[in-house]
């Protein structure tokens, strides 16, 4: 987990919701949902987010913490591998295909 992140799972930094520019649709593009655990906060949101938007092919990327669900469009098929690790370098753990 997250070291901004207290135990009764509020924020103990200030970062503020994490904005993503909507992309221009691609015509091979795939949406992929996947469960993270661990995410509990607005900070949680802004570092999957930025991990997971620097990998190359990817679109759009969209955080649900309180569903514990990030959906990830890329131009063509998901490297999950890739996805995960950028997850886990975010300080979270993907848990699998939603």
Same mark, same amino acid.
């Given at each position: 987990?997250?070291?901004?992140? &207290?135990?009764? =799972? /509020?924020?103990?930094?200030? +970062?503020?919701? +994490?904005?993503?520019?909507? +992309?221009?649709?691609? %015509?091979? /593009? $795939?949406?992929?949902? #996947? %469960?993270?655990? =661990? ?7 802004? +570092? ?9 092919? *990817?679109?759009?990327?969209?955080? @649900? ?6 959906? *990830? &469009?890329? =131009?063509?098929?998901? @490297?999950? $591998?890739?996805?995960? %690790?950028?997850? @886990?370098?975010?300080? #979270?753990?993907?848990? =699998?295909? %939603?």
């Amino acid at each position: 987990m997250s070291s901004c992140c &207290t135990p009764d =799972g /509020s924020c103990s930094t200030n +970062a503020g919701e +994490a904005t993503t520019a909507t +992309a221009t649709a691609v %015509a091979d /593009s $795939t949406t992929t949902v #996947y %469960a993270v655990s =661990g995410m509990t906060c607005g900070h949680c949101k802004t +570092a999957i987010t930025t991990s997971v938007s620097a990998l190359d092919g *990817v679109i759009d990327v969209d955080v @649900d913490v309180a569903g514990g669900l990030v959906t *990830v &469009t890329t =131009g063509g098929a998901p @490297d999950d $591998t890739a996805i995960s %690790a950028a997850v @886990d370098d975010a300080g #979270y753990e993907l848990t =699998g295909r %939603a």
